[in-house]
T-cell receptor, first 115, second 113 residues
Framework: AQSVSQHNHHVILSEAASLELGCNYS??????LFWYVQYPGQHLQLLLK??????LVKGIKGFEAEFIKSKFSFNLRKPSVQWSDTAEYFC?????????????FGAGTRLAVHP | DAGVTQSPTHLIKTRGQQVTLRCSPK?????VSWYQQALGQGPQFIFQ???????QRGNFPDRFSGHQFPNYSSELNVNALLLGDSALYLC????????????FGPGTRLTVT
């Protein structure tokens, strides 16, 4: 079955530390890849997406992610986190399957950034 | 420009009852997808509507049904509620058959007692 794995359920960092959140998916075909963020009390927002082309994609608020096809991975990175990055982060995949696409989410990583 | 809106915000129901949740998509969007997010988990796909038809369905029983109206808004109905149906129900809208970039609403928190 198609699935998405996020390696860390909880991450605690100090401000200015670097961030990398792991994401792996299980699907051998073409995929679209996403990272969504849910700030406390807010709804899910799209952070960045990969459809095709350059495997290094840049999103909002200084986040970036790299698609490594051979590793089935789409890790999220930020060189220097801020307290306002405290949120839950979800990796999601759309496996191409005939044109009507559903998002398959990972379980999420809860990030706490301490001042 | 209004984003995706959902109603109600919170709902408490008793086992065996039926519930209807509502969603209005973002302006210009014609595709609505519904997801269930249980506590501590990522959202799980329930189904997707496009052109008033259910186009895809996830691994949910027939107790979960939906509808899309000509104005693209949508309803999610759950019959014979179980305790395990307690969750945050998310609506996402997008445009076109591909429905790749999906925008989420704030969700409806359903509690079944």
């Amino acid at each position: 079955a198609q699935s998405v794995s996020q390696h860390n359920h909880h991450v605690i960092l100090s401000e200015a530390a670097s961030l990398e959140l792991g994401c792996n998916y299980s699907y051998g075909g073409t995929v679209n890849l996403f990272w969504y963020v849910q700030y406390p009390g807010q709804h899910l927002q799209l952070l960045l997406k990969y459809f095709s082309g350059d495997p290094l994609v840049k999103g909002i608020k200084g986040f970036e992610a790299e698609f490594i096809k051979s590793k089935f991975s789409f890790n999220l990175r930020k060189p220097s986190v801020q307290w306002s990055d405290t949120a839950e982060y979800f990796c999601a995949v759309i496996p191409f399957s005939g044109g009507y696409n559903k998002l398959i989410f990972g379980a999420g990583t809860r990030l706490a950034v301490h001042p | 420009d209004a984003g995706v809106t959902q109603s109600p915000t919170h709902l408490i129901k008793t086992r065996g009852q039926q519930v209807t949740l509502r969603c209005s998509p973002k302006s210009g969007h014609d595709t609505v997808s519904w997801y269930q997010q249980a506590l501590g988990q990522g959202p799980q796909f329930i189904f997707q509507y496009y052109e008033e038809e259910e186009r895809q369905r996830g691994n949910f029983p027939d107790r979960f049904s939906g509808h899309q109206f000509p104005n693209y808004s949508s309803e999610l109905n759950v019959n014979a509620l179980l305790l395990g149906d307690s969750a945050l129900y998310l609506c996402a809208s997008s445009t076109g058959q591909g429905a790749r970039e999906q925008y989420f609403g704030p969700g409806t928190r359903l509690t079944v007692t």
